[in-house]
């Protein structure tokens, strides 16, 4: 959405888009990403195998959108690490050649330059998320269990899959334009619950009767 309103002039802006409600926005990437491009993820589903599901989920180009942008994460902040060496933001095409997925490089060079223009939207925006629910920051693997084990993780704040400074990326605009910028958050909100979540549909249901 924020690379379609880039590309669109204010009066159109103004003319058609009354308002801009994200769930959950991955602003700045997550390290999550990190985590399924080395393991998989079930998404919740116990009785799915993460190894399975990686096969089809590290083929998605929209999971080289959300790796850590650079933005959100410094070039030299450990993401992986292991015995012999820790990867870092800046480390990216090694990590993906170790675990012997270079195609995810070329994905995500695809993809980069569009991740770089953190600009605001120029249109109101109301940024919802959840909180206060463990979220992936790093990923631990112990000697020798680099690149087939299974890694320990270090959690932070997040919503679960996004971690909260990506979440939180839509502040950066509040005083950088004209139209509203407004940030709501939600303790113990999990990502894949958003839609759900009657806080949210409530939060929704009074905008639209304030807007319609």
Known sequence: SLYFLHQQTQAWKDKYIRAM???????????????????????????????????????????????????????????????ERNYTWSDMKDFFNDIDYSVAWEMWKDVYNYTLNFAPPGVEVHCLHGYNVKTVERLLYKKGAFPEGYPSFVIGDGDGTVNKRSLEGCVHWKGQQKQGVYHQTFPDMDHMDVLRDPRILQYITELFKYKL
């Open 21 to 83: 409600i994200t769930l959950s926005g991955a602003w700045g990437g997550s390290a999550k990403a990190i985590k399924v491009y080395a393991v998989g993820d079930d998404l919740g589903v116990y009785v799915l195998r993460e190894s399975v599901l990686r096969n089809m989920q590290i083929t998605a180009p929209s999971l080289a959108w959300l790796l850590p942008s650079s933005l959100f994460w410094k070039p030299d902040e450990v993401l992986v690490e292991t015995h």
